[in-house]
């Protein structure tokens, strides 16, 4: 999940090695928490949200493949 979660989030942004993913795992749900650069963070977010929103689709229907309940949170 978590390289997942960095090649998705990393490819978005410009200063990839500034990605930081923390995951948490009780049981079948998992908690993807990213923070990355500041000066991408309208990059991750996009324009209404929709960039992250679709981040969120991915990460859920990634989850659900592996029998995961997944949530994500953008922390910056």
């Known amino acids: 999940m978590e390289k997942f979660a960095a090649f998705v ?13 923390e995951i948490r795992t009780r049981g079948n749900e998992v ?3 990213s923070s990355v650069d500041p000066t991408d963070v309208a990059r991750v977010i996009g324009k209404s949200g929709q960039t992250i929103k679709s981040i969120k689709a991915l990460l859920r229907a990634y989850g659900t493949k592996h029998k995961q309940i997944v949530t994500f949170e953008f922390i910056n």
Do not use: E, R, T, Y
């Open 9 to 21: 989030i990393g490819s978005l942004v410009s200063k990839p090695d500034k990605v930081q993913i």
């Open 31 to 33: 908690l993807v928490m």
